[in-house]
């Protein structure tokens, strides 16, 4: 006992008698005391769509021989990650609008160390799927469009719409609701219209078109009306 781990020792051995001690045996091979590292430190989470970068420090003793591997584990989910020598790995496979935590632990030949205080925790979260169902009905000069919210919020909740008249690019937009009405029409001018949903984390694609609608109002008064009698 009382060694240094991490230091290299050789071993040799002397016979005693009653008439005293005799010579040194020749040495041991030498060896390495060691002992599982310390937990790694500072561990950092940074969430993208569906998965999270994490970082971390080494241990503050790696026990008195070379970490082999790193290795993430995410709470929930257990979702991991490995690295052989890097400091940083992306966990992949999370659920967009959970909250996770994540954990490293260091490992060696022999062992591995207790697992790292936590992350800050993250929630990952992707943007929208396309808005679906879009119904226009027209007016004069203008048109009122109509839609089902996306089948995917990203995990995160929506935070605006908008709808955009082809051609032309007349657009109208809301923050919540379902339906807008689309103005500075051409009259006599055929429009469909597509919608995208935003939420903190980006735009979506843009919906499938809506229903081709004909701008139109009442006609004007005719002129030049002469009579004979």
Same mark, same amino acid.
Do not use: M
């Given at each position: 006992?009382?060694? @240094? #781990? ?16 005799? +010579? ?5 091979? =030498? $060896?390495?005391?060691? @002992? ?34 790193? %290795? ?11 690295? @052989? ?6 966990? *992949?496979?999370? /659920? #967009?609008?959970? &909250?996770?935590?994540?954990? $490293? ?8 160390? !207790?697992?790292? !205080?936590?992350? #800050?925790? $993250?929630?990952? $979260?992707?943007? =929208?799927?396309?808005?679906? %169902? ?5 007016? &004069?000069?203008?048109? %009122?469009?109509?839609? /089902?919210?996306? !089948? ?14 082809? +051609? ?10 379902? *339906?807008? /009405?689309?103005?500075?029409? /051409? #009259?006599?001018? @055929? ?9 903190? !984390?980006?735009? &979506?694609? %843009? ?12 006609? &004007? ?9």
């Amino acid at each position: 006992g009382g060694l @240094t #781990n991490g230091t290299s020792y050789t071993f040799d051995v002397v016979g005693s008698n009653g008439v005293g001690a005799g +010579p040194a045996s020749i040495p041991s091979r =030498p $060896v390495t005391p060691f @002992t599982n590292p310390q937990p790694p430190s500072g561990v950092s989470a940074s969430a993208g769509p569906g998965q999270a970068a994490i970082s971390w420090s080494p241990p503050s003793d790696d026990g008195g021989s070379a970490i082999k591997s790193y %290795e993430v584990l995410s709470h929930p989910g257990g979702k991991t990650c490995s690295t @052989t020598t890097a400091l940083a790995c992306p966990v *992949k496979g999370l /659920r #967009n609008g959970t &909250s996770y935590t994540f954990v $490293v632990t260091a490992r060696k030949v022999a062992g591995a160390s !207790a697992q790292s !205080a936590p992350s #800050n925790p $993250v929630t990952p $979260v992707a943007p =929208p799927g396309a808005p679906t %169902e879009v119904i226009a009905a027209a007016f &004069s000069a203008q048109a %009122e469009v109509s839609w /089902r919210a996306p !089948a995917s919020s990203g995990g995160a909740r929506i935070t605006s719409y908008l709808a955009t008249s082809n +051609p032309g690019s007349k657009t109208c937009s809301t923050t919540g609701a379902t *339906k807008c /009405r689309v103005t500075g029409l /051409r #009259n006599g001018t @055929t429009y469909t219209f597509v919608v995208s949903a935003s939420n903190i !984390a980006g735009t &979506s694609t %843009e919906s499938a078109p809506s229903n081709a609608v004909l701008a139109s109002g009442k006609p &004007s008064a005719p002129t030049g009306v002469t009579a004979k009698g």
